[in-house]
């Protein structure tokens, strides 16, 4: 860590918590290549009052997704999968009821119109890859393939995750384990579907206004469902911890997450390069207007499974997710940065905690 990033980032993630701002929080930034911040301030939970160190592994939810387009960039890179041939080239399966001509650009940049969950999908069979790649595959679009933008706040998981593993010939989280983790020593700080004995080591999700009432089953074709509301009780159950959704259910540290984008950046980090430039500004590349778009409307910063300006830099890149935990990199600087938290009481403080990095890093 460097002196003179670390030392005001820590003093201001401790004073969030002092003030009862937050309960835990890390925040990590790479600068060309190095770990220049890896701050932790709080506890993981009010009850044990574990304390928060950069090994504490927060849920992330929808920051997940940027991990999921890497891997499926990769893919492509390798020329495994293209983003304008039918996804059905690799999950034959897919082209049922009208799929037949959904991309995975349209699945990456939330255009395919199967934003929805099946109706009536109970946990058992949300938790299971299999069980949900076969729903999917049966499912029948809400709009014409690239017509209509709609966050495909869950399904994004299977409709970017197993045209990856198709094309890739490796589960979703051996892939992650062989293309992130291993290359970049991830294999303890990164996960989507945790193991049984990283347990201990996960924050307890908390919000400011908590209900005692029972989750109730989803009777409807919704993108995010009641039965997976309230979102931080869901990821506090032990088998959705377990479950890999790489759209929502990613564990990880803030520094992992940080050091994923770093080797996104130019040069990487510790020699490892994910992937190359030119495949990050095709990633990065504004889409075409959606036809739910008026002209005047602002354009979605969703592109090719990256979000992409923010409130550091406008040609930043990453994805941020419920609750307000973020990572990104910033190719203008070179810096990535990942923020998590595990208590939803104030959703400015990300913000905050973005001006107060550019602020000690000079940019």
């Given at each position: 860590m460097k002196k003179q990033y670390q030392e005001p980032i820590q003093a201001y993630l401790d004073q969030l918590v002092a003030d009862g701002t937050e309960r835990g929080v890390q925040l990590a930034v790479y600068l060309n290549g190095e770990l220049v911040v890896d701050a932790a301030a709080g506890v993981t939970d009010p009850v044990s009052?574990?304390?928060v160190t950069s090994e504490t592994l927060f849920p992330v939810f929808s920051t997940t997704k940027g991990i999921a387009a890497t891997l499926a960039h990769l893919m492509v890179e390798r020329g495994k999968i293209s983003y304008d041939e039918p996804i059905a080239k690799v999950w034959p399966e897919f082209a049922a009821n009208g799929k037949g001509n959904i991309t995975l650009r349209h699945t990456l940049s939330h255009r395919a119109g199967l934003q929805n969950l099946?109706?009536?999908?109970?946990h058992a069979e949300l938790n299971d890859w299999d069980t949900?790649?076969?729903?999917?595959?049966?499912?029948t679009p809400t709009s014409a393939p690239g017509?209509?933008?709609?966050?495909?706040?869950?399904?994004?998981s299977w409709l970017v995750g197993e045209p990856a593993c198709r094309a890739a010939g490796r589960t979703f989280q051996q892939l992650m384990h062989d293309e992130i983790c291993a290359p970049l020593g991830l294999e303890n700080e990164m996960f989507v579907g945790i193991p049984d004995e990283v347990e201990s080591r996960v924050a307890f999700l908390e919000a400011k206004e908590e209900t005692s009432e029972p989750l109730?089953?989803?009777?409807?074709?919704?993108?995010?469902?009641?039965?997976?509301l309230p979102l931080h009780r869901w990821m506090n159950r032990p088998d959705v911890r377990r479950?890999?959704?790489?759209a929502s259910t990613g564990i990880m540290s803030a520094r992992a997450v940080a050091k994923h984008y770093a080797a996104l950046l130019p040069g990487g980090v510790d020699g490892v390069e994910i992937l190359p430039p030119e495949r990050i500004r095709i990633a990065c590349e504004q889409q075409p207007r959606p036809g739910n778009f008026k002209p005047d409307d602002p354009l979605p910063d969703h592109q090719?499974?990256?979000t992409v300006g923010n409130m550091f830099s406008p040609r930043s890149f990453g994805h941020g997710g419920f609750g307000g935990t973020w990572g990104w990199a910033d190719p203008?600087?070179?810096i990535a940065f990942c923020f998590t938290r595990n208590c939803y009481v104030e959703e400015s403080t990300l913000g905050k905690a973005c001006e107060m990095t550019k602020k000690v890093m000079g940019t």
């Amino acid at each position: 860590m460097k002196k003179q990033y670390q030392e005001p980032i820590q003093a201001y993630l401790d004073q969030l918590v002092a003030d009862g701002t937050e309960r835990g929080v890390q925040l990590a930034v790479y600068l060309n290549g190095e770990l220049v911040v890896d701050a932790a301030a709080g506890v993981t939970d009010p009850v044990s009052g574990t304390k928060v160190t950069s090994e504490t592994l927060f849920p992330v939810f929808s920051t997940t997704k940027g991990i999921a387009a890497t891997l499926a960039h990769l893919m492509v890179e390798r020329g495994k999968i293209s983003y304008d041939e039918p996804i059905a080239k690799v999950w034959p399966e897919f082209a049922a009821n009208g799929k037949g001509n959904i991309t995975l650009r349209h699945t990456l940049s939330h255009r395919a119109g199967l934003q929805n969950l099946p109706v009536g999908i109970a946990h058992a069979e949300l938790n299971d890859w299999d069980t949900m790649c076969r729903k999917m595959a049966a499912e029948t679009p809400t709009s014409a393939p690239g017509a209509v933008f709609s966050y495909h706040g869950i399904t994004y998981s299977w409709l970017v995750g197993e045209p990856a593993c198709r094309a890739a010939g490796r589960t979703f989280q051996q892939l992650m384990h062989d293309e992130i983790c291993a290359p970049l020593g991830l294999e303890n700080e990164m996960f989507v579907g945790i193991p049984d004995e990283v347990e201990s080591r996960v924050a307890f999700l908390e919000a400011k206004e908590e209900t005692s009432e029972p989750l109730p089953h989803a009777a409807t074709d919704l993108a995010v469902p009641p039965l997976v509301l309230p979102l931080h009780r869901w990821m506090n159950r032990p088998d959705v911890r377990r479950a890999c959704m790489p759209a929502s259910t990613g564990i990880m540290s803030a520094r992992a997450v940080a050091k994923h984008y770093a080797a996104l950046l130019p040069g990487g980090v510790d020699g490892v390069e994910i992937l190359p430039p030119e495949r990050i500004r095709i990633a990065c590349e504004q889409q075409p207007r959606p036809g739910n778009f008026k002209p005047d409307d602002p354009l979605p910063d969703h592109q090719l499974g990256y979000t992409v300006g923010n409130m550091f830099s406008p040609r930043s890149f990453g994805h941020g997710g419920f609750g307000g935990t973020w990572g990104w990199a910033d190719p203008d600087h070179n810096i990535a940065f990942c923020f998590t938290r595990n208590c939803y009481v104030e959703e400015s403080t990300l913000g905050k905690a973005c001006e107060m990095t550019k602020k000690v890093m000079g940019t």
